[in-house]
């Protein structure tokens, strides 16, 4: 593989000194950028759009030519996953995911089996493969995965929702069967994630955006005991080099203390919880990731760039902290605040790092 010229990102994720602290935004490639909502017109629908590797390579590639970003994420959809396992993914306009064959009963679930991800799955591979060869080294690419709990939910559900009634119901009723389908999940997503690492991925993140739901016993057995099978799982080094591990579950707070111990390189922190709160929890365990609030790339560049200067001085000095939001991008966003905030990071960050 081509030597990686820019690592800011990797050492950060393990805790190593770095000069700066490196930037990256979820869903960086997507519905704010003009140029990536043209490609979703040429593909046809989103799910067209994920299927094809090139494509998919060019919208990942979209926000590297606009800002000074230190890690590429590869483009693609968690819900890739359960759409591999048979139950017939669609989207409809307005309404978001959906599944023709959602699984709400314990034949159901026991019949999941984990699929051929090679076969199923082989055009998120080829992408992967595709956006190392057009990075040619510049910023390592980070593969992803939702967690087994947040995959379940769509799964269970039949698609999005904010009070997961029958998921609940699931989890009351039925708990060793949601512990089926959590392992079923798991067990897929080791194998996909491995896959990912192995066509080039150079580091991975899991996106646990609903395992707050459940709380105390109930997250640890279903969302966080899930996500750590996950870790265990994991190819750990490729190329010579570390394959850090993030953790993102939104809304954690005080549970980052939980998933610190998973074995994790780092966690993501979502903006409800600051930087010198989640930093006592995990106690400079692991690394930490975020936490701007989204809504403030509304707000005007001054207030943008003083949204950067407090969460740079949340984290404090030391190594170990990697900017981001607190969770995606959302599409109204004006594209120039992006630019401010990865520049302010650029400008404002070299302070907290000790310099060699």
């Not at 699931?170 to 060793?176: N, T």
């Not at 609903?210 to 190329?239: H, N, P, Y």
Request: net charge negative.
């Amino acid at each position: 593989m081509t030597e990686l010229k820019n690592d800011v990102f990797l050492r950060a994720l393990l805790r190593q000194p770095v000069p700066r602290t490196p930037v990256w935004i979820m869903r960086q490639a997507g519905r704010y950028l003009p140029e990536y909502r043209a490609v979703r017109a040429q593909a046809g629908s989103f799910l067209d759009l994920c299927q094809n590797p090139e494509l998919a390579c060019e919208v990942t590639m979209q926000p590297l030519r606009r800002y000074k970003l230190d890690a590429a994420i590869l483009f693609s959809d968690i819900l890739t996953v359960p759409n591999a396992m048979g139950l017939g993914l669609y989207f409809i306009e307005g309404e978001g995911p959906k599944f023709k064959n959602p699984v709400r009963t314990a034949d159901a679930i026991r019949a999941l089996r984990v699929p051929d991800v090679e076969s199923k799955l082989g055009y998120v591979f080829e992408a992967v493969r595709t956006i190392r060869r057009e990075l040619n080294g510049e910023v390592p690419l980070i593969g992803f995965a939702g967690s087994p709990f947040t995959v379940g939910t769509y799964m269970v559900e039949g698609g999005s929702s904010r009070e997961f009634p029958h998921i609940k119901a699931l989890a009351a009723e039925a708990p060793e069967v949601l512990d089926q389908l959590m392992d079923v999940v798991a067990e897929t997503t080791i194998e996909y994630l491995n896959a990912q690492i192995d066509a080039g991925a150079q580091a991975v993140q899991i996106f646990d955006t609903w395992g707050a739901a459940f709380e105390g016993d109930d997250f640890k057995r279903f969302s966080m005991a899930s996500m750590q099978k996950i870790v265990d799982g994991l190819t750990r080094e490729q190329d010579g080099r570390r394959v850090p591990v993030i953790l993102f579950t939104k809304g954690a707070g005080p549970l980052l203390a939980n998933l610190a111990d998973t074995g994790c390189d780092a966690l993501g922190v979502d903006w409800t919880t600051d930087l010198a709160t989640a930093r006592q929890y995990v106690d400079d365990k692991v690394a930490l990731q975020g936490n701007l609030d989204p809504a403030t790339l509304r707000e005007s560049p001054d207030v943008i760039r003083q949204g950067v200067a407090d969460t740079l001085a949340s984290y404090g000095k030391g190594p170990g902290h990697v900017f981001n939001l607190g969770h995606g991008i959302t599409p109204d966003i004006d594209p120039d605040h992006l630019g401010v905030l990865v520049d302010a990071v650029h400008e404002l960050s070299p302070k907290y790092h000790v310099r060699s």
